[in-house]
């Protein structure tokens, strides 16, 4: 359904130019559902807009719905639904009216517009809010609108970024149902761009890294994961033994990275759970008491830290309200 090629797009700014991806390659088959995830800044949202014909490449080319991309921008955009980073409905329109609009933008006649309006307010769960203002929707209400007005002609590939931003945990986790049921009940193609580790975990068949405007790896879920060498193991011991507790964690076998914090060691060994009785008996035998334990599966999280050297979970703290900003 996808397939890029070395797409690239740079910006110029106040003399300054920003690469802000550095020739991407992709492929999506029909069906699958892929996530796009990275930090703030990383790109995402300039792929997506590439892709979507709303931004030319400065270098590059693409099929997107078996059209090409710079010769058929017009084929791709029959073909496509997107939903912006944000959302993009006015807020000054009622719901019916918002996708009658939209409907006739994609040429339906206004009883087809509506008819379909009504059966997407359906499925989306919006049933009652026909005649609210836009602006009144909560946020789950409003993505499930966006979502909506993607779908009024019937696409069947999907480009949406990062669509649960902004939402509390339940409305994400009912939106997660919503966009599982597009591609299990309706067969859509879904192509989302997330920087949430646990949407991109739960949600997504196939996860490709971007950092930096660059794709630093690829797989399922699990397949990415399984590159992270071992379980975290974390143990807190009394003061003034926490050199000596690194000490014995480093011989254990197979262990490796170890680091302390405060009264704390981290390391990473094979398997975790095999590792705590040996890891016990030996500070036992040194006289160190252990305060506390902790055994982690590797994460998502792990995996971004190991390819990059940062952790996606800090770079989560950054300034989303910022970035928005950027894309006004
Ligand atoms: N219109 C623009 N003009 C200048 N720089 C831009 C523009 N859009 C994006 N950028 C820059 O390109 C980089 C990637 O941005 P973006 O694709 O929005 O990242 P993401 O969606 O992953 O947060 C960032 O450094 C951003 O500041
Ligand atoms: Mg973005």
């Given at each position: 359904?996808?397939?890029?090629?070395?797409?690239?797009?740079?910006?110029?700014?106040?003399?300054?130019?920003?690469?802000?991806?550095?020739?991407?390659?992709?492929?999506?088959?029909?069906?699958?559902?892929?996530?796009?995830?990275?930090?703030n800044?990383?790109?995402k949202t300039?792929?997506l807009r590439?892709?979507?014909?709303?931004?030319?490449?400065?270098?590059?080319?693409?099929?997107?719905?078996?059209?090409?991309?710079?010769?058929?921008?017009?084929?791709?955009?029959?073909?496509?639904?997107y939903v912006a980073q944000g959302g993009g409905?006015?807020?000054?329109?009622?719901?019916?009216?918002?996708?009658?609009?939209?409907?006739?933008?994609?040429?339906?006649?206004?009883?087809?517009?509506?008819?379909?309006?009504?059966?997407?307010?359906?499925?989306?769960?919006?049933?009652?809010?026909?005649?609210?203002?836009?602006?009144?929707?909560?946020?789950?209400?409003?993505?499930?609108?966006d979502?909506?007005?993607?779908?009024?002609?019937?696409?069947?590939?999907?480009?949406f970024d990062e669509p649960?931003t902004g939402?509390?945990?339940?409305?994400?986790?009912?939106?997660?149902?919503?966009?599982?049921?597009?591609?299990?009940?309706?067969?859509?193609?879904?192509?989302?761009t997330t920087h949430?580790?646990?949407?991109?975990?739960?949600?997504?068949?196939?996860?490709?890294?971007?950092?930096?405007?660059?794709?630093?790896?690829?797989?399922?879920?699990?397949?990415?994961?399984?590159?992270?060498?071992?379980?975290?193991?974390?143990?807190?011991?009394?003061?003034?033994?926490?050199?000596?507790?690194?000490?014995?964690?480093?011989?254990?076998?197979?262990?490796?990275?170890?680091?302390?914090?405060?009264?704390?060691?981290?390391?990473?060994?094979?398997?975790?759970?095999?590792?705590?009785?040996?890891?016990?008996?030996?500070?036992?035998?040194?006289?160190?008491?252990?305060?506390?334990?902790?055994?982690?599966?590797?994460?998502?999280?792990?995996?971004?830290?190991?390819?990059?050297?940062?952790?996606?979970?800090?770079?989560?703290?950054?300034?989303p309200?910022?970035q928005e900003?950027v894309h006004a």
């Amino acid at each position: 359904m996808i397939r890029a090629r070395g797409l690239a797009r740079s910006f110029t700014a106040r003399g300054r130019t920003v690469e802000a991806v550095k020739g991407v390659d992709l492929d999506v088959a029909e069906g699958e559902l892929v996530g796009f995830l990275g930090p703030n800044g990383a790109g995402k949202t300039t792929t997506l807009r590439m892709l979507t014909t709303l931004l030319r490449p400065t270098a590059g080319e693409a099929t997107v719905g078996g059209c090409d991309l710079l010769a058929d921008p017009l084929g791709v955009r029959r073909r496509i639904g997107y939903v912006a980073q944000g959302g993009g409905t006015t807020g000054e329109c009622r719901v019916q009216e918002e996708l009658e609009l939209q409907g006739r933008l994609y040429g339906l006649t206004k009883a087809d517009a509506l008819a379909r309006g009504a059966e997407l307010v359906e499925r989306l769960d919006l049933a009652g809010l026909d005649q609210r203002l836009t602006k009144t929707l909560s946020g789950g209400q409003r993505r499930r609108l966006d979502i909506a007005l993607s779908l009024i002609h019937d696409p069947k590939l999907l480009f949406f970024d990062e669509p649960t931003t902004g939402l509390d945990p339940q409305s994400r986790a009912n939106l997660w149902e919503h966009i599982r049921r597009l591609r299990g009940e309706h067969g859509v193609t879904l192509f989302l761009t997330t920087h949430y580790l646990d949407e991109a975990d739960s949600l997504c068949d196939r996860i490709l890294v971007i950092d930096n405007g660059e794709i630093v790896a690829e797989g399922t879920p699990d397949s990415l994961k399984s590159r992270v060498s071992g379980d975290g193991v974390t143990v807190g011991v009394g003061e003034g033994t926490v050199a000596a507790a690194a000490e014995v964690a480093g011989r254990l076998p197979g262990a490796h990275e170890v680091t302390t914090v405060d009264s704390s060691v981290s390391f990473r060994v094979p398997r975790g759970d095999t590792a705590l009785p040996e890891l016990l008996r030996a500070l036992d035998a040194r006289g160190i008491a252990m305060t506390s334990v902790q055994v982690r599966r590797p994460t998502l999280d792990d995996v971004f830290l190991t390819l990059t050297g940062r952790s996606l979970r800090d770079a989560e703290q950054g300034a989303p309200a910022e970035q928005e900003a950027v894309h006004a």
